[in-house]
């Protein structure tokens, strides 16, 4: 099959012709339908110190998709061949003592599809089984292909109390995008948000945002302040992973507040903990994942009667053979979310706004 | 002033002219602008049981009110002359062990305005300051009047998780409508409703409902089987107090499912708890008043950021002088909210549908 | 190999020789070691309605038990061939949208051990790997066949907040004693418990409660009252599935205050729910079998700790082949938990008081 | 009446004669029976950074007390004249956002007693009636003196799972020799307890800690997962505020677990929360003062049933004449929490260790 692969432990990635894989007995191999790129294959691609370390060439990766399955293994259970499914990328071992709690998105042997096992940017992938999510019908296989970034969107905003709460979120890359989308389909507001660039603050408008601060021109935290009549914000969901969003952030949360942080620092940095965490009592929560398959039932729950609508955030349908020029886009910011189509898909004349923005 | 008075232990209620009430001093007297009917004015009208035993003639009745502060007791925090504000009708003792361990809403001693102390079908009526709500600017006064049961739904739906739950509303009276817009609003689905009067199911329907329901025609428990894809719903929201809806919502949950019960059966019934309480592992909630007053700001932040919208249930705004006509449609169900002007007042031409509909 | 059967839809049953069981390929066979007497088995025993209902004959019963893991089924994992394990007698599917949930003990498709199939009243028993839970080195075989049962109070018991709030225990059978002593290494305090045996009162003080209350002679409402200076229970620990027992709980519980019911009443009953739960503001759960596996972790800590100790509950330890007089002392309500020793075991002097009380 | 006050904006205090308070309407007048000595104490006495911005000498400090009430302003309510009382230090306005939320703890105006108005180094202090507490009849002044810092312990403890939870305690001065009491007493288990100071560690082991860690002399990280068998603590409790135990606490920590900080850093300073927050998947907790007052009902019920004993923390109770000796020893860490005798005060034999302890 045709696949794109990280080769060598350099920058880029080179389309190959790779072996079919074979399903295991308690996976499924899935034809990819579509895959949508994350700002973890833009690390890949880049060959970021975080790749160096986790990454062992040769791998396919991405991990944000859609397939069909196309063949069962022996043991495999839950779907039939023909089914269409989105994928939870973390597979957990099922047996370790976090497992057995119930905390597998944290599992202490987890194996990330994409990062610790060959991914999606090809014509087939093989997962558990038990790993897949049936697509509810009639969703765009767009849509379907964001499911796993979603999901990291509906885990944070789910961490706690959302609904009557004020929200900032910080960072409007796809995920914070998404964020802004399920806190206002969770009754959030009003809903804050803050990024540094022109094209994605207007996407945050678009997506429901009711306030959207340019962090390089305007206080994050004034503007914070002055929605919230002065009293500071509920919660905080922090998507950036930059430093000072994040202690911007806490200085404009209220006491008592809900910190949820799934943006990733690329490094240690200093926080004064006693001012901006301990004296205001506020509650800092890390998010990792996705809940097993809590996260995933209210995904589809929100989607399917129509509450949530996430198209805005997913703006541009390419051939996966434009590989190059989506990785450029990411890292540009002028993109929202990119998804590709694997060889010998196109683009299905199907309803989403995304796919009809993308080809008019 | 003029009121509307329970002077007798017998049904009914007459229009008096009464001493103005004056505030103590840590009270307020308010100026009535709006006052709403709700469930428990027509229990007092018709004097039921329960009102034989809580209710003491004469007292003014009444609770669900705006007004404008024009006196302040010496002692008054928190609120200025001129203000327009909801109130609070739970007056709780502040020193009981439950007030103490911040469960105010279940005070001990607690003192309900137009029950157990002069209510707001008058000119003027007095509560304490800490009692009051600033209205939000530009809030329609009907609706201002209404959010004391607002707060009841508000309360009743964010009592568990409900964001990507579907969720049930048995009993579709002014609550249960509330109930639905604020579910939807919260990112539940789908929203099944049900009750057996055709005209609240039309309103339930037009308020959000996914699904609604003729529990006299249809099987409540097959319809919300059929909507959730035989898992049965994850929250039910119980406003009709009807033994059988309770039997039948539980019966409709999942396993491990949240009923909320606001709706108050009138006497002890039967019920299976064995199976459709312990072998389901549910959990089943009182849910009475508001919480103080977390309840209140969360209904503040979903009305001002527009998550949320309940004119569709507010279906009437007659003047008090109709009070007999209001109890009457409100008796035979075919009203939602009743909205009632005192005297002096005019419907002002303040944007509200509900108005407008009411006198076109 | 010789077994406990149930042979016959009628009372009793008969030790019996039958085929030794095979573990399937995910299951483990277990050679019995200690196998605890249920209040369930003696229902199956006696051949209730439930029974009558739920068991198909012949079955081998018995499911509180330890046995040592003599042979795995080809995928078996997480055991080793001599490891001691305690069984979580819950056999979820893992597939269905509760198990999807991480509510496997209401997973829709549960079978349980000893009631779905075959169970411990014998030499052997095959149960899948993933159900057994390794025993804590140096734990008396008397204590790991009380597990499972002790899971179901710890699950009772942490289903909400205990430390530092008042408790009553109804019903000082096994589950009770257990909860009684459960509760007080949890911080709960002052503790009621009643009951209407005195055997089972004594018990109940041995194992930890501060007040105790013979149900037949004084008033239960009046004692909890006045054991909690007029407040009222913070928390009801329902263990005896009396409907007045549920009633007279309820009415001494406090406002919002909780209710974890895990005694099963033998049918429906009548109920003032408007009063007792509605403006209580209570919250009543019902309690099924253990969290997987959060329940069986925590009850570990509890006791390797030494926080926790059980000891006193359990009262008798017999040879199985004296079942008949331990199904008798059940029911009479002279005894706590009983432990059996299955064919070949004799009494170790381990060092349990349970032991050397016996053997005295 | 007699005062140790602060007279001057450098370090030391001064025993001085000074004018009687007098309560406002709505505050009682006590007299001071004992008083503890808290760290905050010794900031003031030292002049340190923190004091300098928020003291205004001339002021009486000391906040940690037990007194009788012997005159009530006009509008106090809840207490009598006679009533020994042990009082909440933060003073709440009762008005703004995060009062009317329930979250007094975290008032935005709130003043502390001592800190921001005259405490109890004094025969007379007045506070507001709404924070007295009323003692348990039969508890010892000393322990009832210690009620205040108690709570914050009991806070820390109860702010989220511990029941069947191992627990780290970092810092073992008077308030983290507390919590390893509370933790235990609430069944968390092992609990692992690390300072540099062996005359501390030897309190930590007496007052209930199953591992004590010279964190000067092994590795806290290793200590914590060997009593873990490997897994990480579940919780931790951090009380020292240094920038290195709480790095070292986060690290033994499992994925998905609890953090809550009580200890302040003297400033900013270094982590990395993308590995030790974020993919761990962990919550951080600032905790402030205590919750009004569900955490002063828990604290209350933990102590009169016995559960808790924190008398091997109290190890000195000294007349306040000898204040500097007790700053003297604290700043050394040679005691655990120092109880002072007011003027006329003597030590009562009333049976706790720590008078016995000292008179010896």
Redesign the interface.
């Known amino acids: 099959m045709r696949a794109l692969v990280k080769t060598r432990p350099a920058p880029g990635a080179e389309i190959k012709t790779v072996p079919d894989p074979t399903p295991a007995p308690d996976e499924v191999l899935l034809k990819v339908r579509r895959v949508a790129v994350c700002g973890t294959d833009l690390h890949i691609y880049g060959w970021d110190r975080w790749s160096q370390s986790r990454i062992h060439p040769p791998i396919v990766f991405g991990h944000e998709f859609v397939g069909e399955v196309v063949e069962l293994g022996s043991r495999a259970?839950?779907v039939q061949v023909g089914d269409l499914v989105a994928v939870e990328t973390h597979v957990a071992c099922g047996?370790c003592?976090?497992c057995?709690?119930?905390?597998m998105?944290?599992c202490?042997r987890v194996k990330i599809v994409g990062v610790d096992r060959d991914g999606a940017f090809a014509e087939f992938v093989t997962v558990p089984a038990r790993n897949c999510w049936p697509v509810p019908a009639g969703m765009p296989l767009e849509l379907a292909a964001a499911l796993e970034p979603l999901g990291n969107a509906?885990h944070t905003?789910?961490a706690g109390e959302?609904?009557?709460?004020?929200a900032a979120v910080t960072g409007c890359g796809p995920i914070g995008l998404f964020s802004i989308a399920v806190a206002?389909?969770?009754?959030?507001?009003?809903?804050i948000a803050s990024d540094v660039n022109p094209y994605r603050l207007e996407l945050a408008r678009k997506i429901g945002a009711?306030v959207v601060v340019d962090a390089s021109k305007e206080s994050f935290i004034e503007k914070a302040r002055e929605a919230t009549e002065g009293?500071g914000v509920d919660v905080l969901l922090e998507m950036s992973?930059h430093p000072q969003a994040?202690r911007d952030g806490l200085e404009a949360l209220?006491?008592?507040g809900r910190v949820s942080?799934?943006g990733?620092?690329?490094?240690?940095?200093?926080?004064?903990?006693?001012r901006l965490?301990?004296?205001?009592?506020?509650?800092?929560?890390?998010?990792?994942?996705r809940?097993?398959?809590?996260t995933?039932?209210?995904?589809?729950?929100?989607l399917?009667?129509?509450?949530?609508d996430i198209r805005p955030a997913i703006t541009h349908v390419l051939p996966i053979t434009d590989y190059a020029q989506a990785m450029e886009q990411l890292k540009k910011g002028s993109a929202g979310k990119i998804v590709l189509l694997p060889w010998g898909e196109t683009a299905t004349a199907d309803g989403t706004k995304a796919s009809a923005a993308v080809h008019a």
């Open positions: 259970e839950g047996m003592h976090l057995r709690r119930g905390l998105h944290v202490e509906v905003v789910l959302i609904a009557g709460c004020s206002r389909a969770c009754g959030a507001g009003p809903i009711d009293r992973g994040i209220r006491n008592a942080l799934l990733l620092p690329s490094g240690p940095f200093e926080l004064d903990v006693t965490v301990i004296f205001k009592g506020a509650t800092v929560q890390g998010i990792n994942g809940l097993m398959f809590q995933w039932r209210q995904m589809n729950e929100l399917t009667s129509g509450r949530l």
